[in-house]
C-alpha cells in the first residue's frame, strides 16, 4: 500500500458541483458564492474523486476568484484572512 498522498484539490482534473450555497457575504464589494465540489485527482496514479470540498467563487477586477475552504464551510474572507497571515510568516 502506497504512503497516503496529500490532497490537492486545486490541480483537479475535472469538477462535480453538488451544492450551490449563494450568501450575502462579500469579499471585495462582491458577493460570494459558496460550492461544494467533489474533485477529480490530477496525480497520474491516483484519478479518484476526492472531496467534496467547498469552494467560494467572487468577482475581482472582472476575473472569477476562487479560494479553497476546505471539507467544512466557513467565511470565506476568514479563511482567506488566515492564508495571507500564513504566507507572510513564511516570507519571514
Ligand atoms: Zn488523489
Redesign the pocket.
Known sequence: MAKR?R?TPERGLNRQVTHVCPTHDELGGSSVTYQLERVQ?G?PK?R?W?GPYWYAYWTAGGKTRSLYIGKKLRPAAEVATERNQRRRAAAQ
Open positions: 498522498l490532497k485527482c496525480k491516483c479518484r476526492h
